[in-house]
């Protein structure tokens, strides 16, 4: 599958502008999830790890929050928390997409259960994650 014109023609739907915060510690995934929200017209954020992502939260809304679990500092399962227990819905509303290696088995009960956190396995399936954004977006 070619990424670029997949992406272009499919990764969402016509009139809809998503803003996506994009969270993982490993600087070359960061930026190929950036370039390639990018080629689906997709305006994008950044951060290392969950503490950095909750504080961008706290002054910027995203419509959703891909992270990926395994970073230092905070992990993925730690942001998701923070999320959820926050008062303000704005931020304790927002969905999420975990990105993970590991089998959703492997993840924390707490995290698994959320009702608004979905689960991308890496590698990453560019049709995976068109499918997502289509789902999630406002």
């Not at 009139?15 to 990018?38: A, F, P, W, Y």
């Not at 992270?67 to 905070?74: G, K, L, R």
């Not at 698994?112 to 068109?130: G, N, W, Y």
Request: charged share 25%; with cysteine; hydrophobic share 40%.
């Amino acid at each position: 599958m070619n990424v670029a014109t997949s992406a272009t023609s499919e990764c969402c739907e016509p009139g809809k502008s998503l803003h996506v915060l994009i969270v993982d510690d490993i600087r070359c995934t960061l930026e190929l999830m950036v370039k390639l929200l990018q080629l689906c017209g997709v305006t994008t954020e950044t951060a290392v790890n969950g503490k950095e992502a909750f504080q961008t939260l706290c002054a910027r809304r995203p419509d959703i929050v891909i992270t990926d679990h395994e970073m230092p500092v905070w992990n993925g399962s730690d942001l998701i928390r923070a999320m959820r227990a926050s008062p303000d819905q704005s931020i304790s509303g927002l969905p999420v997409v975990l990105m993970t290696a590991a089998g959703e088995d492997e993840l924390p009960e707490d995290v698994r259960l959320q009702s608004d956190c979905h689960f991308l396995r890496k590698p990453i399936s560019v049709d995976a994650l068109q499918e997502l954004l289509n789902r999630l977006s406002p």
